[in-house]
């Protein structure tokens, strides 16, 4: 058997074993181990059946909790299939019905008992499923103070029980370039914006744009808005801004204002010329508007 693996991680015995020939072991770089149980099993099924072998641990605390699932461990294969493995496990990475349905005779192995599944979910879970994104909160300040805002509104801001929302707070910008280069290398997508009006920062649009030139894949905003003018809008999408959010929250003037103490029709005019100058400029950038029902702030009706 041929060995693939750049960790060296399986034990000595299974490198050296040559009871199966013309066929490929290969170990994805991800730098886990094999559990002892599961490389047994895979073994036993590779001499029984003599066919391609996918090892993808299914881990039900994983999916209980909505986590993304583990991707390919160990595959053995016929060495004729050389030239379309990486392809194939590619294709059907997370969907083992889709590798089920290539015209290759193959078994997958995701079923595993209680030691392994400790061991590939507590000691390795970390290293194996990267992110989904990255949220970066960039500053501690917003421009607004709405009412329903556990972080800004004036009459929650007392109740703090810490000082993260004193003063004026800002991402130093050798923290972005960090970001942009580790999520770049790995392709994870960055989302700007979580508990802080992201267009404050004066390093904005050099982050979005650093981002997109380190290989991040998606970049997104949520902003409310008001500070969305033509100049800034122009810059962000040249940048490379690939999703932008804008929290409204209210359809009438006076909503607008009780809800969020500031005027509905900048933003709405901010909103609008946004997507003429992104269709204008031919850039690609999905505009979203978010809304929350407010308790005792609008009726709500069936019509």
Same mark, same amino acid.
């Given at each position: 058997?041929?060995?693939?693996?750049?960790?060296?991680?399986?034990?000595?015995?299974?490198?050296?074993?040559?009871?199966?020939?013309?066929?490929?072991?290969?170990?994805?770089?991800? =730098?886990i181990p094999?559990?002892?149980?599961?490389?047994?099993?895979?073994s036993?099924?590779?001499?029984s059946?003599?066919?391609a072998? +996918? $090892?993808r641990?299914?881990?039900?605390?994983?999916?209980?909790?909505?986590?993304p699932?583990?991707?390919t461990?160990?595959?053995?294969?016929p060495?004729?299939?050389?030239?379309? /493995?990486?392809?194939?496990l590619?294709?059907?990475? =997370?969907?083992?019905q889709?590798?089920?349905?290539?015209p290759?005779?193959?078994?997958?192995i995701?079923?595993?008992?209680?030691?392994?599944?400790l061991?590939?979910?507590?000691n390795?879970?970390?290293?194996?499923v990267?992110?989904?994104?990255?949220?970066?909160?960039?500053?501690?300040?917003?421009?607004?103070?709405?009412?329903?805002?556990?972080?800004?509104s004036?009459?929650?801001?007392?109740?703090?029980?810490?000082d #993260?929302?004193?003063?004026?707070?800002?991402m130093s /910008?050798?923290m972005?370039?960090?970001?942009a280069?580790e999520c770049?290398?790995? =392709?994870?997508?960055?989302?700007?914006g979580?508990?802080?009006?992201?267009?404050l920062?004066?390093?904005?649009i050099?982050? +979005?744009?650093?981002?997109?030139?380190? =290989?991040?894949?998606?970049?997104?905003?949520?902003?409310?808005?008001?500070?969305l003018?033509?100049?800034?809008?122009?810059?962000?999408?040249?940048?490379?801004l690939?999703?932008?959010?804008?929290?409204?929250?209210?359809?009438?003037?006076?909503?607008?204002?009780? +809800?969020?103490?500031?005027?509905?029709?900048?933003?709405?005019t901010?909103?609008?010329? #946004?997507?003429?100058?992104?269709?204008r400029?031919?850039?690609?950038?999905?505009?979203?508007?978010? $809304?929350?029902?407010?308790?005792?702030?609008?009726?709500?009706?069936?019509?």
């Amino acid at each position: 058997m041929i060995i693939q693996e750049t960790h060296k991680l399986l034990p000595i015995q299974i490198r050296d074993n040559g009871e199966v020939t013309n066929m490929v072991q290969e170990i994805p770089p991800h =730098g886990i181990p094999l559990h002892p149980k599961s490389i047994k099993r895979i073994s036993a099924v590779v001499k029984s059946q003599q066919k391609a072998v +996918v $090892f993808r641990p299914s881990l039900p605390v994983s999916s209980e909790l909505g986590l993304p699932t583990y991707p390919t461990l160990a595959s053995v294969y016929p060495q004729e299939l050389s030239n379309i /493995w990486s392809r194939l496990l590619q294709k059907t990475e =997370g969907n083992n019905q889709r590798l089920l349905e290539a015209p290759i005779p193959l078994t997958i192995i995701d079923q595993i008992d209680p030691d392994e599944q400790l061991h590939y979910f507590a000691n390795y879970y970390g290293k194996a499923v990267k992110p989904a994104y990255v949220r970066a909160i960039v500053g501690n300040t917003c421009n607004l103070k709405c009412v329903m805002c556990p972080y800004h509104s004036s009459v929650l801001k007392p109740t703090h029980t810490t000082d #993260f929302f004193t003063g004026n707070k800002a991402m130093s /910008w050798e923290m972005m370039e960090k970001l942009a280069r580790e999520c770049g290398e790995q =392709g994870i997508k960055v989302l700007i914006g979580s508990v802080e009006e992201p267009l404050l920062h004066p390093k904005i649009i050099d982050f +979005v744009r650093l981002c997109r030139e380190q =290989g991040v894949p998606r970049v997104q905003i949520t902003t409310n808005g008001q500070l969305l003018d033509e100049s800034r809008a122009i810059a962000l999408l040249q940048a490379g801004l690939t999703n932008i959010d804008i929290s409204i929250d209210a359809a009438e003037p006076d909503t607008y204002l009780r +809800v969020r103490g500031a005027n509905l029709n900048r933003v709405e005019t901010n909103v609008i010329n #946004f997507i003429r100058l992104r269709d204008r400029l031919g850039i690609p950038c999905q505009v979203r508007t978010l $809304f929350v029902r407010n308790q005792d702030v609008t009726a709500f009706s069936n019509r």
